[in-house]
């Protein structure tokens, strides 16, 4: 440890002493989502368990709520409701990293933990430079930095980021998020047998490349995988344009299904795929579990969108994680679902059964909260179903067209309403809510698709109101959910 990181870590735990009675008091803090102790938080890192441990890194900005020269933040748990909180893993404290300690992951191997992550550089005539770095513990709390291993080849610019390792074969792997020369977004892999020399593969796709056409100027947070089979990419692309229904954040996250040929590195892939339909979701990362599930949390927020307009930034933080989820392979697609473990949060239990509501709008006794978990299941729509949530946020259902829509104020401009949609393959049959303070996240028919997104009602605002054109038909189950606990 160096003077300026001893530096840093001082400064960033006065930091959160000074703002934690703020942020604490805060009726938009969180109960079951991890958020920043002061300042912003963004993506999660390094997500892997460890002989039976659970370790989240996670971007961490600590000193005020804008991007900067970002922290390596660090929790643990054994089973996903009980977090401990650890020392910061990482600090922009070095020549490679001064700017930033930007997004990547975590492998173990002969009994160590290593981190691989980009560092930021800002040189002397502001031109951004870039580094692969890794750095390796014997406990999995303090790291020792090894420096870059992975300096920027030809052909891309500085934009060359958040590296996802993982070992197939008995050899190692490294995909890097990119932008060529042509300013086309690309996912580059390594190669390895030591972890420390890496040789360049290529692109094994991107913007432009197996048969795509544009799509996005930057690939940011690239994850590979196989799940039931199935080789899948994700992937966090700028810059792709709204069409209709799709690509309606500012930037989006999604993923590619097909099959990598780790000796040519080429990925023969399908079309791309997004992840979330929300508001609010970006970054996601991936582990796979003791247990072979395939488990991920994602950032609930997106870049440059609407950051300055939260509210929580008048108590000196902003964003938060997702809930963790287990991702599934289902027919044609991946559908994700509320990690079994969350049910430990549960807590007093509400039922009701054969509800028909016909052409009429009506709060139901005791659902509502926040901090609870809501399940519907359908037994008939026969035209349009909706649920309004605090009187901020609306989530409809049009069985004509299959097409559900979550509404929400404008976030810079309360008299507008922003919208995202999804169309349905089939009819709407479940929707499980999670919802925790300012924070909402629905699986629609078992995780088929999802919407995340931050929600800012007013204070007290806490009930739910079920609207339906024509007869509708439905039994509900709701718990209050106890919340993370951290030591």
Known sequence: ??????????????????????????????????????????????????????????????????????????????????????????TPSSWFDKDGCYSGSAVVHDDKM??????????????????QCMAVSDDGIH??????????????????????????????????????????????????????HWELVGNITGSYEQKLGELGYMWECPDFFELEGQGVLIVSPQGLKANGMAYNNRYQSGYFT?????????????????????????????????????ILFGWMGVPEQYEEAHPT?????????TIPRELEWEGNQIVQKPLEELKEMRESVLLHSDITIENDQKGIRGVGGNSVEIQLEFEN?????????????????QKKDGILTLSRPHLEDKSKTEFRRVKLDGELSQLRL??????????????????????????GNDAVLFTSLGASTFSIEQWKLSGYTYS
């Not at 290593?114 to 430079?129: A, K, S």
């Not at 339909?277 to 579990?289: C, H, K, S, V």
Request: charged letters at 25%; proline letters at 4%; glycine letters at 8%.
């Open 1 to 90: 440890m160096n003077a300026k990181d001893r530096e840093l870590r001082n400064k960033a735990a006065a930091t959160v002493e000074e703002n934690e009675e703020r942020v604490n008091q805060d009726h938009y803090r969180l109960n079951y989502h991890h958020m920043p102790p002061a300042g912003l938080l963004s993506d999660p890192n390094g997500l892997i368990q460890w002989n039976g441990v659970f370790h989240l890194f996670y971007q961490w900005m600590p000193f005020h709520t804008g991007h900067g020269e970002k922290f390596w933040g660090h929790c643990t748990s054994k089973d996903f409701v009980n977090w401990e909180q650890q020392p910061i893993a990482l």
């Open 114 to 131: 290593y981190l691989f992550y980009t560092g930021n550089v800002v040189n002397e005539q502001g031109e951004g430079e870039t580094y």
């Open 143 to 196: 790291f020792d930095k090894k420096g870059p291993v992975i300096h920027l080849p030809e052909g891309y610019t500085s934009d060359f980021r958040d590296p996802k390792v993982w070992e197939k074969e008995g050899s190692w792997y490294m995909v890097i998020g990119a932008q060529s020369k042509k300013r086309h977004g690309k996912a580059v892999l390594f190669r390895s047998e030591d972890l420390t």
């Open 258 to 294: 097909g099959t990598l040929d780790y000796n040519r590195g080429d990925f023969t892939h399908a079309e791309f795929k997004e992840l979330d339909r929300g508001f609010e979701f970006y970054a996601p990362q991936t582990t796979l579990d003791e247990k072979g599930r395939r």
């Open 313 to 321: 930034i008048e108590n000196r933080w902003i964003h938060c994680l």
């Open 381 to 397: 729509i026969e035209e349009q179903f909706a649920l309004e949530l605090f009187h901020y946020a609306a989530f409809s259902y």
């Open 434 to 459: 999670f919802i925790d303070h300012s924070t909402l996240e629905v699986f629609v028919n078992g995780g088929e698709e999802v919407f995340t997104s931050r929600i800012f009602p007013q204070k």
